[in-house]
T-cell receptor, first 119, second 111 residues
Framework: GAVVSQHPSRVICKSGTSVKIECRSL??????MFWYRQFPKQSLMLMAT?????????EQGVEKDKFLINHASLTLSTLTVTSAHPEDSSFYIC???????????????FGEGSWLTVV | GESVGLHLPTLSVQEGDNSIINCAYS??????FIWYKQESGKGPQFIID?????DKRQGQRVTVLLNKTVKHLSLQIAATQPGDSAVYFC??????????FGGGTRLMVKP
């Protein structure tokens, strides 16, 4: 079964509105979660690193005021796309790992992704 | 910057044959690698991983080979099935818990 859950799986919103996507680790606590964006037929692009209890770290070119990330607990991170525009339409995916250093036996799991369509 | 790349964007194989998906990486500091399978409209699914102190690791029908000399990673799928059709990504870890993804290879299994 899924160890990382995303919600909603699909969302359609009007241009100018905001939409929130949740990422939950189901069986473990995750100090760090990651948010990715993926366009059709392309690889995953890291947007930001979500750190529990502190500010997210954004990748170059990602607008922090547009993509608000909150990691209020060890099992939940949220991505809010503010003032959404059609060009924000994409597949958003989160990932999480049990606290500790990545390595065999402690790997990174992905959520099922969230399709955002801005009309 | 350094990155992970793939040799073949699309691989077409006959059902029952073995598949080999390749990945080249350029960051010699990378010490952990993962292969993910992504089906259309879904998130990446963990397949198998390997640390840099190993050169081979086997799972169920899958084997990952790591050649640190030439910075090459491969995923072998035995007796490929239609359900194996997907996009496969390799990913490397070299700093904290961040992953750098390759461009992906689409595997198409012909019946």
């Amino acid at each position: 079964g899924a160890v990382v859950s995303q919600h909603p799986s699909r969302v359609i919103c009007k241009s100018g509105t905001s939409v929130k996507i949740e990422c939950r680790s189901l069986d473990f606590q995750a100090t760090t979660m990651f948010w990715y964006r993926q366009f059709p037929k392309q690889s995953l692009m890291l947007m930001a690193t979500s750190n529990e209890g502190s500010k997210a770290t954004y990748e170059q070119g990602v607008e922090k005021d547009k993509f608000l990330i909150n990691h209020a607990s060890l099992t939940l991170s949220t991505l809010t796309v503010t003032s959404a525009h059609p060009e924000d339409s994409s597949f958003y995916i989160c990932s999480a790992m049990p606290s500790g250093r990545v390595g065999s036996g402690n790997t990174i799991y992905f959520g099922e992704g969230s399709w955002l369509t801005v009309v | 910057g350094e990155s992970v790349g793939l040799h073949l964007p699309t691989l077409s194989v006959q059902e029952g044959d073995n598949s080999i998906i390749n990945c080249a990486y350029s960051n010699s500091a990378s010490d952990y690698f993962i292969w993910y399978k992504q089906e259309s409209g879904k998130g990446p699914q963990f397949i198998i991983d390997i640390r840099s102190n190993m050169d081979k690791r086997q799972g169920q029908r899958v084997t990952v080979l790591l050649n640190k000399t030439v910075k090459h990673l491969s995923l072998q799928i035995a007796a490929t099935q239609p359900g194996d059709s997907a996009v496969y990504f390799c990913a490397e870890n070299n700093a904290g818990n961040m992953l750098t993804f390759g461009g992906g290879t689409r595997l198409m299994v012909k019946p």
